[in-house]
DNA sequence: AAACATTGCAACCGCTCGACT
DNA sequence: TAGTCGAGCGGTTGCAATGTT
């Protein structure tokens, strides 16, 4: 027995949106609230999926929305949140008042693009489009890694593909981590480029530790685990080092493992493993 | 003025995940 | 434990607006 469809697509319109339809929608909407984006359509008498609903409101009506071009700080902000963040649309949204996941991912494929482009700059990398050297050649990687140097938010699927990969081909480097942190740092001293990139940058992330008695063989329960245990490329490094999972795994370790300690050091938290889904933005 | 090409963006689609039963 | 639902996300598409020849 398959899932049953969002809607009942012979009876909903598509396409663009009409005055009334919008009117209808902004109208139920103040008066019950968001949410029951299912059953709203109904309710609020529009032929219309409740996803599309639920787009259009957020995207396009939502009353907080900020109209209007991009400012140049804005611009700034989202390449460099892009830089950390990878095309997390949604992450970087969340550091824009007023901006949506859509309306900035629509942005950067349309101008910003171009932009870093125009200034010699890979978007996918944010380093300069002839530093060949720096290509990542796993295509693993690249496909999931948007930026070296980025937290990658890989999928489970991907994350273990890597990690077999690994396991077959040991050419392979941290770099192609099957816990989504890729990259390197390039400092000599190998310490910080991350932070230092955007030393104006205030993600303010919230990280609540790891999950009691999380499963110490994630391969078996990949699907459902996935561990944000991370190098950040710093391998070398005391300061900055965290679990990559890789010892978990038995795979090759890539992370600086603290004497005497059960877990890694990240930003100062010990700790076993990191679940990315736990990372919120404040 | 017309035909064609390009651009920008709203909307859709498919997928994933957490919650619930 | 498995199935289902509701919600959200990222990639892609379709089309109107605009620019160019």
Not at 74 to 87: A, F, R, T
Request: proline content about 5%; glycine content about 8%.
């Amino acid at each position: 027995m398959g899932r049953s469809p969002c809607c009942e697509k012979a009876h909903t319109n598509k396409g663009a949106w009409t005055k009334e339809e919008d009117d209808r929608l902004i109208s139920y909407i103040r008066a019950h609230g968001e949410g029951s984006w299912r059953s709203l359509p109904k309710a609020a008498g529009l032929l219309r999926c409740g996803k599309s609903c639920r787009l259009r409101w957020i995207n396009y009506l939502r009353p907080d929305l900020k109209r209007g071009n991009f400012t140049e700080e804005e611009d700034e902000l989202i390449i460099k949140l892009h830089s950390l963040l990878g095309n997390k649309w949604s992450l970087i949204a969340a550091r824009l008042p007023g901006r949506t996941d859509n309306e900035i991912k629509n942005y950067w494929n349309t101008h910003i693009r171009r932009k870093l482009m125009s200034r010699g700059i890979d978007p996918a990398t944010h380093r300069p489009l002839n530093d060949a050297e720096n290509r990542v050649q796993d295509h693993e990687v690249q496909a999931s890694a948007a930026a070296p140097n980025a937290i990658s938010f890989a999928s489970p699927v991907s994350a273990a593909a890597a990690a077999v990969k690994q396991e077959q081909d040991p050419s392979i480097t941290s770099k192609s981590s099957m816990f989504g942190v890729f990259g390197e740092i390039n400092n000599k001293d190998g310490r910080g480029t991350l932070l230092e990139r955007c030393p104006d940058l205030n993600l303010e992330l919230t990280i609540s530790p790891p999950r009691l008695n999380e499963p110490e063989q994630p391969f078996k329960n990949m699907d459902r685990s996935l561990f944000f245990g991370c190098n950040l490329g710093m391998k070398n490094s005391s300061d900055y080092s965290c679990g990559d999972g890789s010892d978990i795994g038995n795979s090759t370790s890539s992370g600086k493992r603290n004497s005497g300690s059960t877990g890694y050091d990240f930003l100062g938290l010990k700790t076993d493993v990191w679940d990315y889904r736990r990372l919120k933005m404040k």
